[in-house]
């Protein structure tokens, strides 16, 4: 089974720029999760989905950071324009339900630097 | 709201000897508890996760980690360590009930194994 897949894996931008992380999630898993990790510490939520409704986006910084979930299945994180602090890996993960105890899969992330 | 601490930033270690990763947490209701592994330029993958029931709880790659609910602990512990082993290692909490597909990550544990 494949599992969680992002593209790109790394992406080297100026500020000011746009850039977009797309996310494919496990085939069936209807929960979707954005993760922001900046070096040396844990990930950290930015937006969840149940489907295709955003059901906690309160840690996205709405001026600058969009997401959409198209259908319900792939996803796409949107940085317009980006800003020097915004050099983080970002990790997008899903799961098969929306409750605590369900095993949330990672997939391998984005890598952002920004110059 | 829920937050983790991981005590050790790095934990360098030899191999074959046991290794002990400290996690605490803070939370006013039931939580769930998780301990996620990231080598170099992946993912977190899953090692192992509490739900209920026995407070000791055995994961793969030979982790396991023994919940503690009166000291709010959830360590995680390998009486033999590989090079393999050499990641980083997240604690993460998660609530029981509505609000409870949170997941709160800790700042996380370098592990070095040194031949």
Do not use: M
Not at chain 2, 57 to 62: D, E, L, M, P
């Amino acid at each position: 089974e494949a599992g969680v897949v992002q593209s790109p894996r790394y992406k080297i931008i100026e500020k000011k720029q746009p850039v977009a992380f797309w996310c494919n999630p496990i085939s069936g898993h209807n929960t979707l999760y954005w993760y922001l990790q900046n070096l040396g510490q844990g990930p950290e939520l930015l937006i969840r989905y149940e489907n295709e409704e955003a059901v906690d986006d309160s840690q996205l910084p709405k001026d600058r950071f969009s997401a959409e979930r198209l259908k319900g299945v792939d996803s796409t994180l949107k940085i317009q324009p980006a800003e020097l602090g915004d050099s983080a890996v970002y990790l997008c993960a899903s799961s098969l339900g929306g409750t605590g105890r369900n095993e949330q899969f990672f997939g391998p992330g984005t890598r952002l630097t920004v110059l | 709201a829920q937050s983790v601490t991981q005590l050790d930033s790095q934990v360098p270690v030899f191999e074959e000897a046991p290794v002990e990763l400290r996690c605490n947490y803070s939370s006013s209701v039931s939580v769930y508890l998780f301990w996620y592994v990231q080598y170099p330029n992946q993912g977190l993958q899953l090692l192992l996760k509490y739900l209920s029931g026995s407070t000791l709880v055995k994961g793969i790659n030979g982790f396991e980690a023994e919940f503690n609910k009166s000291q709010t602990s959830f360590h995680l512990r390998k009486p033999s360590v590989h090079i393999s082993d050499t990641a980083e290692y997240f604690c993460a909490v998660s609530e029981s009930g509505a609000a409870g597909n949170k997941l709160t990550f800790g700042g996380g544990t370098r592990v070095l194994v040194k031949p």
